[in-house]
T-cell receptor, first 114, second 111 residues
């Protein structure tokens, strides 16, 4: 099993450009999450999907949109990138949200917005 | 909402020494407290967790303690080794769905 995979690994954008970060899991998990990690700020939840067909905002959703394409895939879209969105983005999945389940993280996407 | 404070932000120890990382949380309804380890260039990985009905949990060289009254929990690593060098995050789960993470502790173990 590959676990949680993310593409791309690295990306450089110019201000105003758009892009989609892709995430897929092969563990048959119901819940998936998008976090951003900034120096000294820990991990902050952007959006999550408790189950296929549902999405909810996390702590820092502004400037982002998400799509739960199917049970395996959860994408994060930046419609008009800003330098403040320079960060490392992690996707994670768990069996279910709302209970004490381990979250499995992908390797991350390092995004720079110039 | 929940707020998790983590200290220290950096910790340097000699190989073989013990390391302790402390976290406090604000929401008394939180009932699940995991610890994640993040190695350089990788995503975080769960190393141990504790639920609010348990005061202490051990797994080989690592242990976690929880004081519900004071709303704090700690990670203890004994007999540290160079491979323990990483960033460690504590987290707390509110009554709901979101895990709230602390800001992380960078642990350096020198041989």
């Amino acid at each position: 099993n590959a676990g949680v995979t993310q593409t791309p690994k690295f990306q450089v954008l110019k201000t105003g450009q758009s892009m989609t970060l892709q995430c897929a899991q092969d563990m048959n998990h119901n819940s998936m999450y998008w976090y951003r990690q900034d120096p000294g700020m820990g991990l902050r939840l952007i959006y999550y999907s408790a189950s296929e067909g549902t999405t909810d905002k996390g702590e820092v959703p502004n400037g982002y949109n998400v799509s739960r394409l199917n049970k395996r895939e959860f994408s994060l879209r930046l419609e008009s990138a800003a330098p403040s969105q320079t960060s490392v983005y992690f996707c994670a999945s768990s069996v279910e949200a709302g209970v004490a389940n381990e979250q499995f993280f992908g390797p991350g996407t390092r995004l720079t917005v110039l | 909402g929940e707020n998790v404070e983590q200290h220290p932000s950096t910790l340097s120890v000699q190989e073989g020494d013990s390391a302790v990382i402390k976290c406090t949380y604000s929401d008394s309804a939180s009932n699940y407290f995991p610890w994640y380890k993040q190695e350089l260039g990788k995503g975080p990985q769960l190393i141990i967790d504790i639920r609010s009905n348990v005061g202490e949990k051990k797994d080989q060289r690592i242990a976690v303690t929880l004081n519900k009254t004071a709303k704090h929990f700690s990670l203890h690593i004994t007999e540290t080794q160079p491979e323990d060098s990483a960033v460690y995050f504590c987290a707390a789960r509110q009554a709901g769905t979101a895990l709230i993470f602390g800001k992380g502790t960078t642990l350096s173990v020198s041989s």
